[in-house]
Structure formats: C-alpha cells, structure tokens
C-alpha cells in the first residue's frame, strides 16, 4: 500500500499559478482567434468551415446541372426552347466559376490560408451565380402565356432558392447572395404584373427566401457547433497525449532515481557492513573479557552497549540491502520444502529472551499435521521474526503477543501475531505499510528502526504469491497476517494402488 505524501503550500501555489498562468492564456488565445475570425468564432474554424462549403459545391455540381438541365425543359413548355437554353447555359457557367473556384482553394496549401481572402472570392462568385439564376425573370418578355409562365417562374425560383440555399449552408454571406437576387427578381415580376394570384405568389416567394436564408442559419450554426466539439475533443486529445507522454517521462525518472537509489543503497550497505562487522567482533571480544578483566569496571558495559549499537545497526543495513534488492527485482527465492510451524518456533525461542525482559507474556498456537510448505525458508524467517520483534517492541510491560500458525480459509497456510498493545490509528497504517514510514509510537519509542520491517515483509509475501493483512485499533491491539497461497502447500499425494496380477492379451488368442 504505498504512501502519498501531504502536498506542500508552495506545491499548491505553484500548481494554481500554473493553471491560472493557463487559463490565461488560454483565454488571450481565443480572444486573438476571434478577432483575426472572419465568422467571428475562431480563425481556426474558418477553415473547417469554408473547406465543407467547398467539398458540398464540388460535390454537387452535377446534381445542381441536372436540376438546371430539368428547369430549362420545364420552361420550354412557356418560352422558346433558344430562351430556356440560353438561360441554362448562362446559369451553368456561373456554377463553372464557383466550382473553378472551389477546385483552386482545395489545391491551396493550408498553411498559406487567408480566410478574408477566400471569403470574399466565394461570395463574388456565388453573386455572379444568383444573378445568372434572376435571368429567368426575363422569361416574361418572351413568353406567350404570361399567367402560367408567373406560376412556373415561382416554382423555379423556388428550386434555386433551396439548392442553394443548402449548398451554401457553411457560408451564410454566399447563401444571401446566391438566393437573393433571383427571389427579388421573381417577386419584383410577380408585383408588377398585377392580380391577387401573382400578389399571392409573391409573398410565398418572399416567406420561402426568408425561411430558406433561415434554414442555411441554422445548419451554420449546427456546423459551426459540431466544429466546435471536434477542435474540443481534438484538443483534449491533444492534452491526454501530452499528459501521458509526461508521466511517461516521470515514470522513467523515477525507474532511474529508483535504480540508482537501490545500487547507492546495496554498495553502502556492503561498503558499511565490512567495518562494521569488526567493530561487531571486537566489541564481542572486549565484553567477555577474553583479554583479560577490565580494570575499569564500566568499560565492560560500554563494550556491551558497543556491541549491542553495532548489532542494532547491522539488521538496519541488512533490512536496506534486502529492501534495495526486492526493488531492483534481484531478490531470488532459493525455494525448498519448509515447516512453517518449525520456523515459528525457532523464531519464537530466538526473541523469547527479549519478550521475558520486558515482562511479556509470549503464546503460540499451532495446527498439528501441517504440509510443508513451498518457499524461501531464510525469507520466511525473516517474515516470522519481522513480525514478531515488532510486536514485542511496541506491547508495554506485562503485555501479551500470541502466535499462531494454521490453515487459511482457502486451504493455504497463515502465520498471525496478535498482541493487546497501544494500536496503531487508522490514518497511520497507510504510513506504517510504506517505506521508511513510521507511526507516532515508533517514533517516540527509545528503540527506532528505519520503517523497513514492514514493506519488507510485504514484498516477501508478493514474491510468494501470498498476501499480508494488518488489523489494528487504538487500544485493542493489533493482529498481522501473512498467508501463503494454496498452490504452495505440499499436501500428501494418493497412495499408487499398485495392481496385482499382469493380464497379457495376444492378437493371436
């Protein structure tokens, strides 16, 4: 369980500046972008914006000479055929230009865009467009049936109007010029011709340029949305990229930070045990007097609390150089068949002196018939004392700790120590279970530890497939827990029934 530190106050302010310095920015960004906009969003959209009505008028314009084709023979029925193929022909070359158009703004290169430019050349074409499509009010001036040729003069208005007005949607200066000059045509011919039907028609043209300029309005604005949410996704998409590559680069530095914190820890470990070993044997040496008596009598006392010092030092190192090579994966098991229980009980005549001195009432519990199991004896030993020594350390006088060793609910094998100490407080166990992490009672204990015993212990059991459990409250006790798995309990295989009697078949027989 690995411990998160507080957060420092200049951590905190410096993270709010980074994002207030973001927001900002930010902010300044579109500020600009709708400024240097010709749609008045952002100069990014234009693009987005003008590059679909584009791929729509090149898109269409064979659909747009079928409709024109289709209008020419309708009104061939009021005019002369030369009249309606004059028009059509005049109306496709207008939509020539705006596809010539179209065609040089695709084949631009995107990084030498300028959306004024390109607005405007767009626009003036699709005028020259809306006037070649007004010319079908001259339609009047030579046709025979004036009456009808008003109502058919209407309807073709009105097909212009609409495909236009949805071929422009992304440009809403091209839709008023493409559909306005032939509705003002078609309306200003019906006005002036007189009579409640051509009046009636007239006002149906208007409303129908009205709603359709309305229509092309609103499919801008739903375009312009869904541009929006695209460049927002696509900039979120952006930012999980870079936040990703970040941790990225942070999680390597930490690999090497952690790498080279394991070779520093395991060579100083090695560098300090060397000497240390000596000062060990020495201060043994002093202590029993082998020389001869002291003349001093408290120099046989320092010689012991040397000794001691020198002991207590030795298992810090030999708890770093394991930690360091647990985190640099170099920690091998040298497995073999183990009694969990055997191991419990060395452990527990090992610190049986230590648990006497203090007054602790030390008790064990052990399930008979156990199977071996499968593991590293040295390590679970090391789990074992771990485990124990903890408990003795920090139960007060006259204290109890009970060990016990059994079988775990799913069939694997569990060593417990239990003892009726201080507890450890809920928001300290996280601490406690990480490195180097002490709780408020180590820390005012006489007899500190560096806060491997632990993490160290949690490791063994992950190499072992195993798990590890802590359980504690304020003045109750605490109860830990290391199971091995089922996969590694040696239980008894089946006896070979061995068969009397060999039956011996011939293909002959």
């Known amino acids: 369980m690995p411990f998160k530190p507080a957060m420092h106050d200049s951590d905190v302010r410096a993270q709010m500046g980074r994002e207030l310095k973001r927001n900002s920015q930010k902010t300044v960004f579109d500020a600009r972008q709708r400024l240097t906009s010709s749609s008045g969003t952002r100069a990014s959209f234009d693009l987005e914006l003008l590059d679909d009505y584009a791929n729509t008028r090149i898109a269409g314009v064979f659909a747009i000479a079928g409709l024109v084709f289709i209008l020419a023979l309708f009104s061939s029925l009021w005019v002369t055929p030369l009249a309606a193929a004059a028009w059509a022909i005049l109306v496709l070359f207008a939509n020539a230009g705006v596809y010539l158009v179209c065609r040089q703004f695709k084949r631009e290169d995107p990084s030498k865009f300028n959306a004024a430019r390109w607005t405007a050349s767009f626009i003036a074409a699709e005028t020259v467009n809306g006037i070649a499509w007004a010319m079908l009010s001259l339609f009047s001036l030579v046709a025979a049936d004036s009456i009808n040729l008003h109502v058919a003069m209407f309807a073709m208005a009105l097909v212009g109007v609409a495909a236009n007005a949805v071929s422009t949607r992304t440009l809403p200066g091209a839709t008023l010029m493409s559909t306005l000059p032939s509705a003002a045509t078609v309306t200003i011919n019906l006005l002036m011709s007189g009579g409640l039907l051509n009046w009636s028609l007239a006002a149906v043209t208007i409303g129908g340029e009205i709603f359709f300029v309305y229509l092309a309005k609103q499919l801008y604005k739903s375009e312009l949305d869904t541009v929006a949410h695209q460049s927002e996704k696509d900039a979120l998409i952006n930012e999980l990229e870079e936040a990703r590559e970040m941790s990225d680069e942070a999680r390597r530095h930490a690999e090497q930070a952690n790498i080279a914190k394991s070779q520093f820890l395991a060579t100083m470990s090695h560098e300090l045990r060397t000497p240390l070993n000596a000062i060990i044997g020495f201060s043994e040496v002093l202590k029993s007097e082998l020389l001869g008596p002291h003349q001093v009598p408290q120099y046989k006392e320092y010689a012991g609390d040397i000794h001691s010092s020198g002991l207590h030092l030795l298992n810090l190192i030999n708890e770093l150089l394991d930690l360091s090579r647990i985190e640099a994966g170099k920690y091998d098991l040298n497995e073999e068949a183990v009694s969990l229980a055997d191991v419990a009980e060395d452990c527990r005549r090992m ?145 070979v029934v061995e068969k009397r009697g060999l039956e011996i078949y011939s293909e002959a027989g």
Request: no cysteine; proline share 5%.
């Open 351 to 495: 610190l049986e002196i230590r648990a006497k001195a203090k007054g602790i009432e030390l008790t064990v519990s052990y399930a008979k018939n156990l199977p071996k199991l499968w593991g590293d004896e040295r390590a679970i030993r090391q789990v074992v004392l771990n485990l124990l020594s903890n408990a003795i350390k920090f139960t007060p006088q006259s204290g109890k700790v009970h060990l016990m060793v059994t079988r775990s609910g799913d069939g694997g094998q569990m060593v417990s120590v239990r003892d009726n100490g201080p507890g450890i407080p809920e928001d300290e166990i996280e601490t406690v279970l990480s490195s180097f992490g002490q709780g408020s009672l180590a820390q005012k204990t006489a007899e500190q530890g560096a806060g491997l015993g632990l993490p160290i212990v949690q490791k063994i059991m992950e190499l072992h497939q195993g798990r590890f459990d802590l359980f504690s409250k304020l003045r109750f006790g605490t109860e830990v827990i290391a199971t091995f798995p089922r996969a590694r309990v040696m239980d008894a295989l089946a006896p």
